[in-house]
């Protein structure tokens, strides 16, 4: 049962324009939900987060909205650069005190110079 | 402020043998996490301690095992190794003191079974 989706499997966007990378969740429990950046054969980068309490957190060039209703989050980078190339997972975490974490497959965003 | 940090980076071992790996979490950190990573299952929690304690487990046999020390580095124990235990295996560290806290990786081990 995947409780964490990221239905895209990869995504390629022009330098300069704005990326959006989506994330749906199933469980209702969630209440913490993280973006992480991976290169290959590297530990995953945390770049920005948002709790339930929010619909929305900036960050720089990232920006996490959340939908709660909808159970979906999504990231946006703007503007997009070359080394913004490489895996995104979305994960989400359950009340605090549970520390595990419940990642999507990730998407592969290929930044097009 | 040092980041995680795992040792080995990587390993190679045969089937039936156990494996030891370290993670030294961020100085002041005291939650270890433990994930593992694979091409068909994606990212997938192990284990976390805190305060020398397990404190949540996932879904994996008991062949997967760990521990914390008292200075918060943990290990983890993976014994009678099986092909499909080939992964990347990532430990990351929080302060597990508010409720916005986050989770910090290190470059993970990756461990071939052969």
């Known amino acids: 049962d995947q409780q964490v989706k990221q239905n895209s499997p990869s995504l390629s966007v022009q330098e300069g324009r704005i990326s959006i990378l989506n994330c749906d969740y199933t469980n209702s429990m969630f209440d913490y939900f993280l973006w992480y950046k991976k290169y290959p054969a590297e530990g995953p980068t945390f770049l920005i987060s948002?709790?339930?309490?929010?619909d929305k957190n900036e960050d720089g060039r990232f920006t996490v909205f959340l939908n709660k209703s909808a159970k979906h989050l999504s990231l946006h980078i703007v503007p997009s650069q070359p080394g913004d190339s490489a895996v995104y997972f979305c994960a989400a975490r359950e009340n605090f005190g549970n520390e595990k974490l419940t990642f999507g497959t990730g998407t592969r965003l290929t930044i097009i110079p | 402020k040092a980041g995680v940090t795992q040792t080995p980076r990587y390993l190679i071992k045969t089937r039936g043998q156990q494996v030891t790996l370290s993670c030294s979490p961020i100085s002041g950190h005291r939650s270890v996490s433990w994930y593992q990573q694979t091409p068909g299952q994606g990212l997938q929690f192990l284990f976390e301690?805190?305060?020398?304690?397990?404190?949540n487990k996932g879904n994996f046999p008991g062949r997967f095992s760990g521990r914390q020390f008292s200075n918060s580095r943990s290990e983890m124990n993976v014994s009678t190794l099986e092909l499909g235990d080939s992964a990347l295996y990532l430990c990351?560290?929080?302060?597990?003191?508010?409720?916005?806290?986050?989770?910090?990786f290190g470059p993970g081990t990756r461990l071939t079974v052969l």
């Open positions: 990351a560290s929080s302060s597990r003191s508010a409720q916005a806290d986050t989770q910090y």
């Open positions: 948002i709790s339930s309490i929010k």
């Open positions: 301690y805190f305060s020398e304690t397990q404190r």
